[in-house]
């Protein structure tokens, strides 16, 4: 079980959830196991579908009616959330565990008042008197950078922008110092400014409190000035894992490789940008092998046969695939990634040199 002297909030293992469609059963989640340490950010990426949400849905006990939890654990507190009652799960959802969902304006009540909404929220799960909630929230609203806190309590979602409904979102999530945030794309409907005040502002939030983030997103760019550690999922599976450093700088898959090249940057002289050839493999009966394999011109015979393991590059950094395998041919990755690699270790040199 997790320890908290570990410094392990939430342990991950063996996480494996199916869908029952007419279609057939869909395996939108494939033996994950990943660890959340205190303080940290994680991210989560991949494309659309590749079971990031449902992962992140299975830790908060949110998942549809047609979808069940076929193997593994989720450890948090020394207890395994998938066997807590319904009871139980309410406790934690929001209290200790809470999540912010991508769009704001269907995640608040169009109806009521933004400062009740928060107000709410901590009455839920904290014993406190309407004007000990009151104050929270305002305290709450203020936090999140909502101007004239005290004022705008009593105004409505509408009347404020799409940037601040998502900070109220963040209050809504923050209303009873959570242990662990989970931001599933928050940042997706708001535009680039938006994008990166929000980005600050749950930095900001993060060195206040204390608390872990899970951060759900199919753009690396997001992140990259946000984790510490990145998880890239494909095909309901974790492919490669590792320090922010080591992902962005030092990849090792080719499904990495494919999302760093397709990401714009200062010196993208391109008119198009790289797309990664082919699509997704349906779910509902996976392909043999690696599930990237048909859209990787890197594939070796083994990837079309066996799933690779987590090959280990250094103790904080994994990757699955053949290519790892000492008896591989040796393959150099692009060209984009060899200069990524020769920026890393220069700046390794830098860090050893200045110790």
Partial sequence: MARQEDGIVLDVRHLTVHFDTYAGQVEAVRDISFELHEGETLALVGESGCGKSVTCRSIMGLLARNARVAEGEILFEGQDLLKLSNRAMREIRGGKIAMIFQDPMTSLDPTMKVGKQVAEAVRLHRKVTKGEAKKRAIELLDLVGIENAEKRYDSFPHEFSGGQRQRIVIAIALACDPKILIAD????????????????????????????VIFITHDLGVVANVADRVAV?????????????????DPRHPYTWGLLASMPTLHTDDELLYAIPGTPPTLISPPPGDAFAPRNPYALEADRLMDPPLFEVTPTHFAATWLLDPRAPKMDPPENILKRRTEYQVRLSERSAAL
């Fill in 233 to 249: 999922m494909y095909a309901g599976r974790i492919i490669e894992i590792g320090q922010a450093d080591e992902v962005f700088y």
């Fill in 185 to 212: 794309e928050p940042t997706t409907a708001l535009d680039v400014t938006m994008q990166a005040q929000i980005l600050d502002l749950m930095k900001d939030i993060q060195k206040r409190t204390g608390a872990s």
